[in-house]
């Protein structure tokens, strides 16, 4: 069995700052793992994904993540938040590329300006 | 840029009713999902189909769910007696080899009175 655990349900960044949103999971397979946001009202869009090359995947509007197996995680962060970045973020495993997805809670990112 | 395109936008049924939630996956996807989000909660797996059949399902998919891949494009989901319960947003996701991310449409939210 895979699940997710993101810590903080909210997280309060200022514009310009340092965005962390955590992610660590649980997994008898090497993980697939992916970042997904959620814009209000709107469906997921993909921001990045883990799927076992490069630990440090880059992804879209300047989002990157690191798969640390020793510590399970695979937090997301962004140097410098910007307004159009607040949104919920929810990270999530698969045991492979074409099985379910299991997703965590989710994290609501607001962005003070 | 392929995007998986959902209809209704909203649907409002009463209880007892049967609903059909449309899909139209990406053409040359191979692996079609359904996941739910009730307001406020996490993204919940429900079904995967491969080959036409289901190859997983969630305790939540019961009797009152099926899906059906009617013809080379549409991926429906049907609730056949609605019960208020069911009042989520339902997302529809593709996914084809060799890429591993799951692509989600827009989602149909659903409202149960």
């Known amino acids: 069995a895979q699940s997710v655990t993101q810590l903080g349900s909210h997280v309060s960044v200022s514009e310009g700052a340092l965005v962390l949103l955590r992610c660590n999971y649980s997994s008898s397979v090497p993980p697939y793992l992916f970042w997904y946001v959620q814009y209000p009202n709107q469906g997921l869009q993909l921001l990045l994904k883990y799927t076992s090359a490069a630990t440090l995947v880059k992804g879209i509007n300047g989002f990157e993540a690191e798969f640390k197996k020793s510590e399970t995680s695979f937090h997301l962060t962004k140097p410098s938040a910007h307004m159009s970045d607040a949104a919920e973020y929810f990270c999530a495993v698969s045991p492979n590329g074409n099985e379910k997805l299991t997703f965590g809670t989710g994290t609501r990112l607001t962005i003070i300006p | 840029e392929p995007e998986v395109t959902q209809t209704p936008s909203h649907q409002v049924t009463q209880m007892g009713q049967e609903v059909i939630l449309r899909c139209v996956p990406i053409?040359?996807?191979?692996?079609f999902y359904w996941y739910r989000q009730i307001l406020g909660q996490k993204v919940e797996f429900l079904v995967s189909?491969?080959?036409?059949?289901?190859?997983?399902k969630s305790e939540i998919f019961d009797d009152q769910f099926s899906v059906e891949r009617p013809d080379g494009s549409n991926f429906t989901l049907k609730i056949r007696s609605t019960k208020l319960e069911d009042s989520a947003m339902y997302f529809c996701a593709s996914n084809g080899w060799p890429g591993y991310e799951q692509y989600f449409g827009p989602g149909t939210r659903l409202t149960v009175t």
């Open positions: 053409s040359n996807h191979l692996y």
């Open positions: 189909f491969y080959n036409n059949e289901i190859s997983e």
